[in-house]
Every structure is written in C-alpha cells, then in structure tokens.
C-alpha cells in the first residue's frame, strides 16, 4: 500500500498488504483470544483501555503527524482528534461497567428476572481515511470493554494510522488477538463477514460500502451498525445571532477540509436575514488560511487525495452548469498537492449536485427561503438524515423545530458533533445504528435473558 501524501503528491512510504493466509492467522488469533477475553473481570477492560488512553495522549504528536501526512489533515486538527480518542477511552474506561450493568425486572415472587449483556465474539470494523483515529476508537473502546475482540480494515490510504492504532493497544498491555488491523483491499470484506468466527461488522464511510457489507452481514444474519453519509442542513432563522452562526457555520463546513459526513453542507437561511447572513459567511470563509497542514496556523489543508479533489470539482462544474452561482472559490488551487479552496455556491437549482448529493469537502450550498416551513422542508428533502444544526435565540423553538428535521441528532446554536456521552447515528440512507453512549456499547452484545426461580 503506498503511502502518498496529498500536500506533495509525492509517495512517502510503501507497507506491505497483508495475505489471505495472513487473514486466516488473524481471524484465528481473535477468535482464540476471544475465549480468554470475554471472561476477564469489567474492571481489568476498563483498565486496560484508561491505559490506551494514557499512550494516546504521551504520543499524541507522532500520532498526529502520521495523520497530516497519510491524509492531509491540519495538525493542530490532527492533534485534537488524538486527544478526543483519549477522551473516549477516559469515558468508557469510568463508565463501561454501569453501561453494561444488568438490568432487573418485574417477576412473580420468589423469581429473579434479568437481562444480562455478553459479547459476542470477533466484530469487523470498516472505517474511513477522514478521521482515521476518531473513527476507530469509537468503535474500539466501547466494544472491547464489553468484551469483544477487533479486527479492523481501515481505508488504503492510511495503513500508518492503522499500525498505529494497533500498536496503541499492544502499548496498552492489551492481550494478543484482542485488536488488530487486516491491511487488505476491499474485496476480502466479504470472505471475513461471511467466516463463522466474526460476529458483526460496522461500517463507517459511503453508501455503496455500507450496502455492500449489510448485504453481505444480512445474508449471513449478523449484526451490522452502519454510519453513512450526510448532507447535514444548517439552518438560520430570523432570529439567529447572525455573528455567531456565521463564523461557526464556516467552521462547521470547512474543518478537516470539508471533509465529514456531519459537516454542515446545505445552509438554510431564512430571507428576512439572508442577505446578512451571506455577507458575514462569505467573509468567515475567506479568512480560513488554506495551506501546508503541518503549519499550526493552517486551517485547510489539502483533500485526502487528489482523485476526491477531482470528484468534487466534477459536482462543483455541475452544478454551475445548471445554474448555480459561485460566489468564492471553485477551481482547485493552482499549486502542489490536492488543493480546493473554501468554496460558496448560491442560486442552486433543484437536483443538480451540490443540492441532492454529499459534497465531501469544502463546497457551501446556500439557500434563501422564505418561512419556517420551507426551511423544514428543504431541510428534510434530501436521502440523508445524519445530522442538523439551527439557529435561533428562541430556545423553545429550536427545540420544536428539532422534532420536525428528519435526523439522528440535531444541534441548536452548535455544530453537529460527536460525542462520546451521547448516542450518535442515522436515519434514512444515514445508515442505522448507534455509536457511543451506553446505546453505542450494546449494538453488539447479546442481550440474554436469565429467569431464576
């Protein structure tokens, strides 16, 4: 697997893919480590991934810096997603044992009726190059402590964070067996999901990736969480502080280069503050320092690779070709690497590109619209139903309109965000599911019933 960084284009390492016969040995390891680990005491997990999380942070900057370089992400970004995966160790390290707490329930007298929570065995996990630490760990640190064993196939395009992720928990003191990552293309997901010995699988990532592995688990009736794209809408009514949703909508568009399923994409503003709202959004967006991601003043690095950056441009020139203006940006930069600037479309016409499909990266779709119910039904008129942000002062009424998004979570006066205290998940083409919380650790246990009189 070459390794090529998109600030250059230059190719900065080859690590060699791992074999079929190197996936059997795998598959084996986790499935023997599974019979050990599963009845290790809670507190030993918790401890074991508080430890994880400890390695994390004293390693935080190499961490990062295999980021920036596999992929492109900003450091200073780089760095925040490390600490925010030490983060989620901290939390189910403290928390993993109540979460997993049997539950009691009514019985006749004399009787003890429980639902107890026992893994289920080696779970697959298919992650993205977008947050190559985060996404991992948020599936790792709820579902090992409960008990399972992981295998991770992580995007082609950063098998360093890969290593390193599993070098984290082999740091850690983690048992052989019980975490490691299958360096190997695509289409050996389905031979491993179809192998008796694994379990489940989640996915996070495209939709044609998602459907691929829940046909595959559904015809083999395993468990699968699936978290997909997104065409989040931000919404800013007439009574929004048109400051604060200006500068953090641009954020909310442009962090990790646009590059997130939960980045607000399609801003909804309502025509009494639209006129102002553009003007501030505009200037926000370009006043984001575009450049070399190893720099701790940039706030844009280049796309993951220069392949997307082509894709994107492809909806960009589309949906300009249907009518839709560009007000700032919309060429690639004319340098080194996978450059695309900060870009703002308006006037965009119904069904092109920036308005019915996921732009992965820095590309703002902005809409006029005239009342509340319009703004709510744009919002909901889109496959996706991962996230939504609003904006207003009336707190009553961000929380009436909240009901209304199609959405598994919606944000008033914030950007959409993960959080490991709350579930996170979607609807619609979104996916189904849930990661985090107490919701995210018991996708994937089974939840057994146990009657005694």
């Keep these: 697997m070459d390794v090529i960084n998109p600030a250059t284009g230059e190719r900065e390492d080859t690590i060699d893919a791992h ?15 599974f ?52 983060w989620v160790c901290d939390h189910y390290a403290e928390h993993g044992s109540a979460y997993l707490e049997a539950n009691s329930h009514a019985s006749p007298p004399g009787s003890d009726v429980k639902t ?32 399972n064993v992981g295998l991770l196939k992580h995007a082609s395009n950063v098998p360093g964070c ?28 389905d031979d491993i999901i179809e192998d008796e010995r694994v379990k489940a699988a989640t996915v996070t990532g495209s939709g044609p990736a998602g459907r691929a592995v829940a046909s595959t688990a559904g015809d083999q009736l395993k468990k699968s ?59 926000e967006i370009e006043s984001l320092t575009v450049g070399d991601p190893t720099d701790e003043e940039t706030d844009i690095g280049p796309q993951a690779r220069e392949d997307l ?10 949906s300009v070709e249907a009518g ?15 450059y695309y600037p900060p870009t703002v479309l308006t006037d965009i016409p119904e069904g092109c590109p920036a308005d019915s499909e996921e732009t992965f990266g820095p590309v703002a779709a902005v809409y006029e619209l005239d009342d509340e119910a319009a703004i709510v039904a744009k919002a909901n008129d889109t496959e996706f139903g991962l996230g939504a942000s609003i904006w207003t002062t009336d707190r009553e009424r961000g929380q009436r309109l909240a009901r209304e998004v199609d959405a598994g979570c919606v944000y008033v006066n914030q950007l959409v965000k993960s959080d490991p205290r709350v579930p996170f998940g979607g609807v619609k083409e979104s996916g189904y599911g849930r990661e985090l919380a107490r919701e995210g650790m018991l996708e994937f246990v089974n939840r057994k019933t146990v009657w005694v009189e």
């Design 116 to 147: 107890v929570y026992d893994p289920l065995g080696p779970i697959l996990a298919v992650m993205p190059w977008n947050f190559p630490f985060w996404q991992v760990f948020r599936f790792a640190a709820p579902h090992l402590t409960s008990g």
């Design 225 to 283: 969480v699936l978290e997909l794209g997104g065409s989040d809408p931000f919404i800013v009514l007439d009574d929004a502080d048109i400051d604060d949703a200006a500068e953090t909508g641009a954020w909310a568009r442009n962090q990790n280069g646009g590059q997130s399923c939960i980045a607000g994409k399609r801003f909804l503003v309502h025509t009494d503050v639209y006129d102002e709202f553009l003007e501030r959004f505009v200037d």
């Design 309 to 318: 950056m082509d894709d994107l441009h492809e909806q960009v020139e589309a």
């Design 35 to 86: 019979e050990t680990w599963q009845d290790e005491p809670i507190r030993k997990r918790e401890e074991l991934l508080a430890a994880a999380g400890d390695v994390l942070r004293e390693n935080k900057r190499e961490y990062a810096e295999t980021m920036t370089r596999e992929m492109g992400k900003p450091i200073s970004q780089a760095i925040a997603e490390v600490e925010k995966c030490a």
């Design 19 to 33: 074999s079929e016969s190197d996936v059997e040995a795998a598959i084996e390891r986790a499935s023997a480590a």
């Design 324 to 338: 839709a203006d560009v007000l700032t940006g919309g060429e690639p930069m004319d340098r080194e690497g996978a």
């Design 162 to 189: 890969a290593q390193a992720i599993e070098d984290v928990f082999r740091q850690a003191g983690y048992p052989d067996g019980v975490f490691q990552s299958l360096l190997i293309p695509s289409d050996l997901v």
